[in-house]
């Protein structure tokens, strides 16, 4: 796997000028640094209450205060919830062994060390129990203000959990560190990679220019993939690696073969969907557990990454699945005008025949009866897979943002038995599980069980 250091998506934002917004969570910073350092707030309930809420939730309440929504989607500075991060940390750490190193590459917040620390041991000092933290816990960051965060909620969770009986703790707190949480690239610290045990991550969802040393895809990609190709480059054999990503890694039918290139690589220890990231973000989500090794010629169990089908009949076994090949935008009025089938005139539950749009078109069309069913689904949607049969006596053009299923058989009975089966509720569930991005994919109708 390519090794070469990485642009990150945040050093991009922040080089076209987003790091003056982030100087408005500089107050924030001052707060919590006024908590960790002041003597005459120890132990008032005000201070435990201030801290609870500095601890579960406060530095990301406060960051979207700060910074708009647009801004914080281009720069992925969207900082993990409680909720989610005790999901990502809790089996590992229910057995923690002594010593070993987290790495978070692109740590923001803290979030995800912070999880880790509420499992660490205390020592016998508060001063020894910042200091074997900072031994056991490293992160990157490329914000100056998310660093110091980071540094200040660590040493004052170690407080809470030490207990505060006089003021002697505030010159201990002066004197905390932790020297291997830094303002730093996440892709390019090496040795903190291989040095690491265990790789904790919720990287940056951004879109960033496909290159060349990426031979899983084309065109743009998402940071996320790339972290978790540049961790597993990096790290040694048997490090685990946990990751919370955007679920369109783990379904999406272009990264189908950076899944194949990730599993040549590393053990697939487990895959959970999550649900929506949070509901500022409107990404769904997984968890994935992986451990590197170095037998490169064998690939994971099949469809580790998807919902399985379980029936012994699936929707392929009855039908040819397509995209519609029509990109309006892309393709020019040239050919022959022939009836046009689009998302927006797509008639749900129904049969059409007649009064479809018409268009010219020279490429790939579909003779009816087929099934059409609008990609746009989400999780939760009332109906994931709203279809259309689609009959007559004339080919079709059908628009990209369709999903075509011509049947092997040519029949409209087996169409007829498709849309009974798209809208039962167990095609929903079945879908809810298998996919929780925007837009269905022609792997995930091919594997829909064909319902007795």
């Known amino acids: 796997m390519h090794q070469a250091p990485i642009q990150c998506a945040r050093v991009a934002a922040l080089d076209r000028g987003f790091n003056t917004h982030f100087s408005s969570y500089s107050p924030y910073v001052q707060h919590l640094t006024k908590l960790a350092y002041a003597p005459e707030m120890f132990v008032t309930e005000e201070w435990k209450y201030l801290v609870d809420v500095c601890l579960d939730g406060g530095s990301s309440r406060e960051l979207r205060k700060c910074v708009s929504l647009k801004e914080l989607r281009e720069v992925g500075a969207f900082f993990t919830g409680r909720s989610l991060a005790r999901h990502i940390v809790r089996s590992l750490c229910k057995n923690d062994k002594p010593n070993l190193f987290f790495f978070d590459p692109a740590c923001g917040a803290g979030d995800l060390l912070l ?12 001063d020894r129990t910042i200091n074997v933290w900072g031994r056991r816990l490293a992160g990157c960051e490329k914000i100056i203000e998310f660093v110091q965060v980071a540094k200040l909620r660590l040493l004052l969770l170690a407080m809470t959990r030490h207990g505060l009986t006089n003021d002697k703790h505030c010159s201990i707190a002066m004197r905390a560190n932790f020297p291997q949480i830094t303002c730093s690239d996440g892709l390019e610290e090496v040795m903190r990679y291989r040095n690491a045990d265990i790789i904790l991550m919720n990287p940056p969802f951004t879109m960033i220019g496909g290159k060349a040393e990426y031979p899983w895809t084309s065109g743009r990609i998402n940071m996320a993939a790339i972290f978790v190709h540049r961790a597993l480059a990096l790290v040694q054999e048997g490090t685990r690696i946990n990751a919370i990503l955007p679920d369109v890694l783990r379904s999406g039918s272009r990264y189908a073969n950076w899944r194949v290139h990730i599993e040549r690589h590393a053990d697939l220890l487990a895959v959970r969907p999550y649900g929506l990231f949070d509901r500022w973000t409107d990404v769904d989500v997984f968890i994935v557990a992986l451990e590197k090794r170095t037998d490169k010629g064998t690939v994971g169990l099949s469809g580790g990454w998807n919902y399985p089908s379980k029936s012994e009949k699936l929707v392929s076994d009855y039908f040819h699945v397509h995209v519609g090949p029509v990109v309006p935008h892309r ?30 078109f ?13 990609r746009t689904s989400r999780p939760g949607d009332k109906k994931r897979a709203v279809g259309c049969i689609i009959s007559g006596d004339q080919r079709v053009a059908v628009e990209n943002h369709l999903i075509v299923l011509v049947p092997h058989d040519g029949s409209l009975k087996t169409c007829k038995q498709l849309l009974e089966r798209l809208k039962c509720d167990k095609t929903d569930s079945w879908l809810d599980k298998r996919i929780r991005c925007r837009h269905l994919t022609v792997k995930a109708l091919a594997d829909l069980p064909w319902w007795e």
């Not at 999880?115 to 508060?126: D, G, S």
């Not at 069309?365 to 059409?372: C, D, G, H, N, S």
């Open 115 to 126: 999880e880790v620390a509420r499992y660490f041991p205390l020592c016998p000092t508060l």
């Open 331 to 360: 393709h020019k009025d040239g050919g022959p005008i022939l009836p046009y089938l689009h998302a927006r005139g797509l008639p749900q539950w129904t049969s059409l025949k007649e009064n479809m749009d018409r268009r010219n």
């Open 362 to 374: 020279q490429g790939t069309t579909y003779a009816a009866p087929f099934v059409a069913v609008r």
